[in-house]
DNA sequence: TTTCATCTACGAAACAATTCGTAAGTTAAA
DNA sequence: TTTAACTTACGAATTGTTTCGTAGATGAAA
C-alpha cells in the first residue's frame, strides 16, 4: 500500500533541495546542488524529467521555465530508507542504529536534549501522544 | 583514508550472513538467503565472486568447495552506511535520523534502557570513554 | 526583427548491478 | 571406472542509473 518507490542517490540530492527550498526551477536546483558537487545543467535537468515520469515530482509550467515541486514527502521518504537500511545493515534493530548513528560523532547537548525529550514519550505515554505526523 | 568501498544491496545481504554465521561455503550462504528472498545458486556465487574481487570478502579453499569470509567489519560498513544516509537525507542531523528510526516503531523497554545507557556517556564522560572504535 | 542567452526534449553512451545459462572440474558412490 | 550430484568459472543478457551532447523552442534585449 505505500507510495514511494525508493528514489536514487542522485534523486534523493534533488528532493532534499526541494524539501529545504519548495518548489524550484531546474536553474534553481541545479545551482544548489553544485555548490556541493561537479554537474552539467543538463543532467539535472534529465534527473528532473525522470523523476517527473515517476511521480516523485510534479511541475507547473510558467511561461518558458519550468517550477518542479516534491510530490513525495520528506518524512515517508525517510521512513523508507531508515527501514530498508534497518533491514538490510543492522538485522531489524533500531537501537543499534540508533547507537551507530551517535557513537561516531560527538552530538551537541541541544541534540542531546531533543533525544531524551523524545524517549520519553515512549515510557510515560499518559497525556502525549507519541506520534508526530 | 577509509576502506569499504560501499556494499550494493545485494553484497550487504551477503555480508550480513557472514556476519552473523562466520565463514561461510556459498550453498550455506544461498541457502540462509532463499529464505527471504528468490535467488538462483549461481547468481549467489557470482556476487560472491565479484565480492573477492573487491576484497569485500576473503575464501579458503578446502577440497572442492571454498570457504568464505566478511573482510570488512560490520561496525565500519555499517558506519559509513549510516553516514551516507545522514548526509543524503537527513542534512546531517543524527538526531533526526534517530527519532526517525524509532518514531515509527515501538521501542521495547530493553531497547530503551540501552539507548539511555548509551546516551550517558556524552553528557557524564568521567570513568566511561564515550568512544566505541 | 534579429540576436543571444536560456530553456526543454530526448537519444544515446557509459557505467553499474543483477541474473542466469553453460561448461568444465571434483568427489563419492554404484 | 562410470555416473550422478555437486562445485566453481565466466560470458553475456538484462535492467537501472547517471551523464551529456545536440536540437529546437522561447523570451528579452538590441
Known amino acids: 500500500m505505500s507510495r514511494t518507490p525508493k528514489p536514487t542517490e542522485g534523486e534523493l540530492e534533488i528532493l532534499q533541495v526541494l524539501w529545504r527550498n519548495g518548489p524550484s526551477t531546474v536553474r534553481e536546483v541545479h545551482d544548489e546542488l553544485t555548490k556541493t558537487k561537479e554537474a552539467g545543467y543538463t543532467t ?8 517527473l ?3 516523485l515530482v510534479s511541475r507547473k509550467e510558467q511561461g518558458k521555465v519550468h517550477t518542479y515541486s516534491a510530490e513525495v514527502n520528506a518524512q515517508d521518504t525517510r521512513q523508507e530508507l531508515v527501514d530498508k537500511l534497518l533491514e538490510t545493515a543492522f538485522g531489524g534493530s533500531a537501537a543499534d542504529l540508533v547507537m551507530q548513528a551517535l557513537g561516531a560523532r560527538q552530538p551537541s547537548a541541544d541534540e542531546l536534549a531533543d533525544i531524551r525529550r523524545f524517549l520519553e514519550q515512549f515510557d510515560q505515554p499518559h497525556s502525549q501522544e507519541p506520534n508526530n505526523d
Open 44 to 51: 539535472t535537468l534529465k534527473l528532473m524529467q525522470i523523476m
Open 53 to 55: 515520469t515517476k511521480r
